[in-house]
């Protein structure tokens, strides 16, 4: 069974690659499509714009592994931590569950796996996953023990409970078409 610090050295070894350790077993991650990137890369964005200006916490991206209790080091497509919870960013593996973790859909991931994977970080203490899907142009917001709650590209996303005041049509997370 492989450690956290094996991870890290695999890591240095191996810089060009994305990994994971899950239940004890390194998981090398495939790059995404580009749309699927794009649309993370725009929701990351979109959260860094509102957080930062207030000083409301850290948004990251999916390089940031978080250490987690009883699941391995695990790294979401973007992610917030209040600002309370981490003062200061950690050289590391941040050693806590993220607050907000969003996942979006590529072409080799399956709807299941995301939101097995959302659902063990929401176990874990995270107060909200959102799961993008631009394949289906939907998303999903899931809380702990809640009624998950499904929007379409007509629909605000908001997360009122952690980002008051923010909000994104779901329209504008998708790539554009340029004419």
């Known amino acids: 069974m492989l450690t956290r610090q ?20 390194v998981r090398v991650m495939s790059p995404s499509g580009y749309e699927s990137d794009e649309v993370a890369a725009e929701v990351t964005r979109l959260l860094g714009n509102w957080v930062r200006p207030r000083k409301l916490g850290r948004i990251t991206g999916s390089s940031a592994g978080f250490d987690l209790p009883e699941l391995g080091v695990r790294a979401p497509d973007a992610s917030f931590v209040t600002a309370e919870r981490l003062r200061r960013a950690p050289r590391s593996f941040a050693q806590l569950v993220p607050d907000l973790m969003v996942e979006v859909k590529s072409p080799s991931d399956s709807v299941e796996a995301l939101e097995a994977k959302i659902m063990r970080f929401l176990e874990l ?21 809640q009624v998950v709650e499904s929007l379409t590209s007509s629909d605000l996303l908001t997360v009122p409970e952690l980002l008051p005041g923010w909000e994104v049509r779901v329209s504008d997370l998708w790539s554009p078409v340029f004419e």
């Open 6 to 25: 094996d991870l890290e050295h695999l890591q240095q070894q191996n810089p060009d690659y994305r990994m994971e350790l899950i239940d004890g077993q």
């Open 125 to 145: 203490g995270a107060q909200v996953g959102i799961l993008i899907n631009p394949e289906a142009e939907t998303v999903r917001l899931y809380r702990f023990n």
